[in-house]
């Protein structure tokens, strides 16, 4: 059986049980290091355990993800990633607003040309 990084990080042997081991393999410390500068390791486990097995790399995965934006941003967190992102749609939003009307002047362009020559015809 492979070590996870939370036996092998307080020295203990990895029972079969351990939580962990699936999630966090010793050689991933870096995920390990992270999730434990934010959470409260035993709690985490706790909170593993109490979901279906099919859903805990899901779970493990999401607080590795909240806990690098938190180390990233310690006042907002996953808040502040998020609040980027609807910037950057916004932003984008507007961008595709205006790429659509200058799209209709252009067509209005081509139209009024066309009307223009058939008129000289």
């Known amino acids: ?21 699936p999630y966090l393999p010793a050689t991933n410390k870096d995920k390990y290091t992270k999730l434990s500068k934010v959470y409260d390791m035993r709690r985490l486990a706790q909170y593993v355990m109490d979901i279906e097995p099919s859903e805990r790399q899901i779970c493990v995965d999401s607080f590795c993800f909240e806990a690098e934006a938190r180390l990233r941003d310690p006042v907002f967190g996953v808040t502040g990633y998020i609040h980027l992102l609807q910037l950057q749609l916004e932003e984008v939003k507007r961008l595709i607003q205006i790429a659509k009307r200058d799209h209709m002047m252009i067509l209005q362009l081509q139209r009024n040309r066309q009307n223009h020559r058939h008129d000289h015809l």
Do not use: G, L, P
Not at 3 to 12: A, I, L, P, Q, W
């Open 1 to 21: 059986m492979e070590y996870s990084c939370t036996c092998k990080e307080v020295r203990h042997n990895c029972i079969e049980e351990c939580v962990f081991a």
